[in-house]
């Protein structure tokens, strides 16, 4: 089943493009139709806002505009109620992108709990990008700029092979399948200067993204990360590139980098390293929201090594469309709130991902995943409760450790907001940059530790007041149950806190 995204002039995907101080005004159409078999009965509400998984049905859908700090509200980013019916019903999508906004690469995808991952499995996903990077960083001003959106699918070979991968991939549509793998192609003048932004759009997919010229590694200088300027989290430094061998890139997980061209003639491509994803194998059967037992079971984590694009260069190649503007058409943006890195923590938390098949001998048992706090019972999301998991005051800054007490790896994911990485497996790192998606690696199962993540977690944004989810981004994991919600009060004062009993430092 394909889910297509078409806009009035049948463009596909249209990639969105605003500025910081735009208000979107989206209508979305739901023509979705399913056989009778694959639906359960519902009758829709007036008001989709509120319908909860009365409409949560398969093909019902909604929209996430991941990455940005609007209201979680009807009509903008709320996606836990958020159902609009099929048979044609429009839904309309109304918000402004905060002027404090970070210039970069973001996205759009459903969120319709339970049946998220086979909407953007089957292509329901776009790029927006908020313009302006070109103010963070003026060594990227004038450069073409090319938008690489990778989504998986669900294999389209049946061939028995126990090397074959866990889903296929596309670029910009372009499939790159089992068995052959053949790439797409990228035409580029010989060793023209671009800037190439990178869309992980995939479901259930890591990439581990190179670029190779004669099958040698060359240094991709990264400009931005999940839609922030390299160098925004330390108070807004400028021209900041960070040169890599490679970008690894969780589901969900955005990268924007200078590249350097190859030379005409030079065989060169950009590739997909193999990803490890877990010491144990699983099947499609195990995870699957509505269990059924495939006639080929395969690895559905396998992640192998696959070349995705050739790139071809020669003199005559044709032009890139989009170049960036060659001088900032506003004044670079300072951010206006503190670094994260300086705030004292209001508090810290620890949550943790973990797994269980409830009959390990059924062949076609689901397995339920879970993010729990620590000291709390694990549960599986439930879309009927109206009772948050956690619960903090706009203007907190919270420390947030998060282990995987599971053996396959975790993307950890927030909605509205972003946060900055403190540890890695204990051990503190110093990283100028935000995230809202970060792998949490995967236990290996007799180890005195689990793999652990720090993270500090902003809430201080004024727009984010209300309630919103976070959830592994892998979305067989998050519609399986390994999803909660964080409900963001307005603001207290620091005698507010002491009266209802909780001492804490109070975050500027």
């Not at 505009?65 to 109620?81: N, S």
């Not at 048979?87 to 690469?105: H, I, K, N």
């Not at 990077?133 to 126990?162: F, H, M, T, Y």
């Amino acid at each position: 089943m394909r889910y297509c995204y078409v806009a009035e002039d049948g463009n596909q995907s249209p990639t969105l493009r605003l500025s910081p101080g735009d208000l979107l005004v989206l209508t979305l159409k739901n023509d979705i139709s399913l056989p009778a078999t694959a639906m359960k009965h519902v009758v829709p509400p007036s008001n989709s806002c509120s319908s909860g998984m009365d409409l949560m049905s398969a093909s019902s859908t909604n929209l996430h505009f991941h990455g940005l700090a609007i209201p979680p509200k009807c009509h903008a980013d709320e996606t836990i109620t958020t159902a609009i019916p099929s048979a044609g019903s429009t839904f309309e999508y109304r918000f402004q992108v905060p002027s404090d906004t970070p210039p970069g690469l973001y996205w759009y995808h459903p969120h319709v709990h339970g049946f998220s991952e086979e909407q953007v499995l089957g292509g329901a996903s776009g790029a927006l990008i908020v313009e302006g990077i070109e103010r963070a960083n003026k060594l990227i001003a004038g450069l073409s700029e090319r938008i690489l959106v990778i989504r998986d699918q669900r294999l389209s070979s049946s061939k028995s092979d126990p090397n074959r991968p866990g889903k296929d991939l596309s670029v910009n549509f372009a499939p790159v399948v089992f068995p052959d793998f053949k790439p797409a192609v990228i035409r580029m003048h010989p060793t023209e200067r671009e800037f190439w932004r990178v869309l992980n759009a995939s479901a259930d997919t890591y990439l581990d993204i190179k670029v190779v010229f004669n099958d040698a590694p060359q240094f991709l200088g990264v400009v931005a990360l999940d839609g922030v300027p390299i160098g925004y989290a330390d108070g807004g430094s400028r021209n900041r590139i960070l040169w890599e061998s490679h970008v690894f890139l969780s589901p969900a997980g955005r990268a924007e980098f200078v590249l350097n061209g190859p030379p005409a003639g030079m065989k060169a491509a950009l590739m997909a390293q193999a990803v490890e994803t877990g010491p144990t194998n699983d099947s499609d059967s195990r995870h699957a929201t509505v269990p059924a037992k495939p006639q080929n079971p395969v690895d559905d984590d396998n992640t192998p090594s696959r070349t995705l694009v050739n790139i071809v260069s020669y003199v005559s190649a044709p032009e890139v469309v989009t170049k960036l503007p060659m001088q900032p058409t506003v004044q670079p943006d300072t951010p206006s709130a503190r670094p994260l890195s300086t705030i004292t923590p209001t508090r810290q938390r620890k949550l943790y991902f973990s797994e269980k098949v409830p009959d390990p001998g059924g062949p076609n048992s689901p397995t339920v995943f879970y993010i729990t706090e620590d000291g709390k019972i694990p549960t599986a999301y439930d879309p009927f409760s109206t009772t948050p998991n956690i619960v903090v005051h706009q203007g907190d800054v919270e420390d947030w450790l998060i282990e995987n007490r599971s053996q396959e790896t975790h993307a950890f994911h927030i909605h509205q907001t972003h946060f900055l990485v403190l540890e890695r497996h204990g051990v503190p790192v110093h990283e100028s940059y935000l995230r809202d998606t970060i792998n949490v690696p995967y236990w290996d199962g007799f180890s005195p530790q689990y793999p652990s993540i720090k993270l500090r977690m902003d809430f201080r944004d004024k727009n984010i007041v209300g309630t919103f989810p976070y959830h592994c981004h892998i979305l067989q994991h998050e519609d399986g149950g390994m999803m909660g919600t964080i409900r963001v009060e307005p603001a207290i004062t620091a005698s507010d806190r002491t009266t209802h009993g909780v001492q804490v430092k109070q975050a500027k």
